[in-house]
Nanobody, 120 residues
Framework: QVQPVESGGGLVQAGGSLRLSCLAP????????MGWYRQAPGKLREVVAS???????SYADSVKGRFTISRDNAKNTVYLQMNSLKPEDTAVYYC??????????????WGQGTQVTVSS
């Protein structure tokens, strides 16, 4: 395994919840920032949430108050708890470890992602 493995997506009604998991290819203890990203059809990939090694989190305005990112270094896993889902959250969700200036570089090849579909 050389790329993250995302799981936990599915079809849910608006207002519902999902918990995504991302198993990294190796130890994330030394990885400063882990992030969740999403890409909707016809749109560019965008950052959804990020978490530092010390637990500092950051969220896109569109998901603030609804999504929570967390990480378990012992399990090499990053989670994204998504509540109060909206149809506009429909996308393929990915995780990665951004670095460098403006965090434009990524430590891993992109995985397959996990599809999240929210029906109205």
């Amino acid at each position: 395994q050389v790329q993250p493995v995302e799981s936990g997506g599915g079809l849910v009604q608006a207002g519902g919840s999902l918990r995504l998991s991302c198993l990294a290819p190796g130890s994330i203890v030394s990885i400063n920032v882990m992030g969740w990203y999403r890409q909707a059809p016809g749109k560019l990939r965008e950052v959804v949430a990020s978490i530092t090694g010390t637990g500092i989190t950051s969220y896109a305005d569109s998901v603030k108050g609804r999504f929570t990112i967390s990480r378990d270094n012992a399990k090499n896993t990053v989670y994204l708890q998504m509540n109060s889902l909206k149809p506009e959250d429909t996308a393929v969700y990915y995780c990665n470890a951004p670095w460098g200036r403006d965090y434009t570089y990524f430590s891993y090849p992109w995985g397959q992602g996990t599809q999240v579909t929210v029906s109205s």
